[in-house]
């Protein structure tokens, strides 16, 4: 058994509200990068060699799951997860949409001025709105899931699905893994939904008012996030939080509130450099901690606040 004990690092960031912000700024921002890995590859790279890239991005992103799944490590594992499920969703999935996009020659839409305020790749992905949906049901009645707002679902819609099994063993990278993919695909379908003037239109009161529960739902994600202690369990949530918030920046945008530097490499290549660094620190900090120190701290941690708490009644009672 390893007698390594936790660094000054580990004591700083291994506890609320770190764990769970440093995990919530990591999503946010690599969605925004893969904004920007797709803006690169198509102007650097042109439609003679952007899909062979896309084409190794998804392999790049298959590996990581694989290898992911093979880890012991619950935070590891999860990461390995997210950054698959990041890797194949831009890879294989958006560069697909690009490409039957292009082969059936749909037109952007434009906005007032003439600029392309939807591209044809979203266009094509929304009409897999069904596909999402009907697939979408075997997690919402899967006995073994985890989610909360699943099982709320189950509870109050009284739905049949049985008693989850004790002995059900969780593959971390895995399950991050296809609810991140799900996670995308949902939040961008609805984007979708509302951008299309057919249905409602970026600026129709419903999407104000989506906008405002959206946020609303994200803050509120971001409050319990906060205040884990658990650092797998935050880095998913986070997951979860991060993509959620995301959405309200994507309608911000929509909107022409604000510059989207994640669109702009060639002029923000000094940011967003950095940006990739600091993401590249935190995820190492959570990475490469090994599990029994995180595990280590959160028991100092709790026994603290028994203490603390001791303490204060034994005061309150002189």
């Known amino acids: 058994m390893s007698t390594k004990q936790p660094t000054t690092v580990n004591r700083m960031f291994f506890k609320p509200p770190y764990i769970g912000l440093l995990a919530f700024v990591s999503v946010f921002i690599v969605q925004g990068l893969g904004h920007t890995i ?22 790049a992103g298959l590996a990581m799951l694989l290898y992911g799944m093979s880890r012991p490590g619950e935070t590891a594992a999860t990461w ?14 958006e ?3 690009i490409v039957y996009g292009l082969q059936m020659g749909v ?21 897999s709105v069904a596909v999402m949906g009907v697939t979408l049901l075997y997690f919402l009645l899967n006995k073994e899931t985890k989610c909360n707002f699943f099982h709320w679902i189950q509870k109050n819609l009284r739905l049949p699905v049985g008693k989850p099994n004790p002995r059900h063993e ?22 979708l939904v509302a951008y299309n003037e057919a249905w409602l239109g970026a600026k129709h009161p419903l999407v104000y008012g989506y906008f405002v529960l959206n946020t609303i739902w994200a803050v509120y994600l971001f409050s319990r996030m906060i205040k884990m202690w658990k650092v797998a369990t935050a880095v ?14 994507e309608l911000i945008g929509r909107w022409g509130i604000g510059e989207d530097i994640w669109v702009q490499p060639s002029k923000y290549a000094l940011e967003l450099s950095l940006i990739v660094l600091v993401i590249a620190v935190i995820t190492a900090i959570s990475w490469f901690t090994p599990d029994h120190i995180k595990a280590k701290l959160n028991q100092e941690a709790r026994e ?9 009644s034994t005061g309150g009672a002189d």
């Open 38 to 59: 797709m803006i690169v590859m198509e102007e650097q790279l042109g439609h003679e060699y952007m899909f062979h890239s896309a084409f190794a991005m998804g392999l």
């Open 236 to 249: 998913r949530y986070a997951i979860a939080t991060g993509i959620i918030s995301f959405t309200s920046y």
């Open 80 to 93: 390995w997860g997210f950054f698959a499920a990041m890797a194949m969703w831009t890879g294989w999935v």
């Open 304 to 312: 603290m606040e028994r203490m603390q708490s001791q303490a204060a």
């Open 95 to 97: 560069f697909t949409f």
């Open 170 to 191: 969780r593959n971390f990278a895995l399950i991050t893994f296809i609810e991140s993919i799900y996670l995308l695909w949902f939040f961008y379908i609805l984007l």
């Open 107 to 127: 037109k952007p839409i434009l906005d007032a001025t003439g600029a392309i305020a939807t591209k044809p790749e979203y266009l094509v992905m929304e009409a």
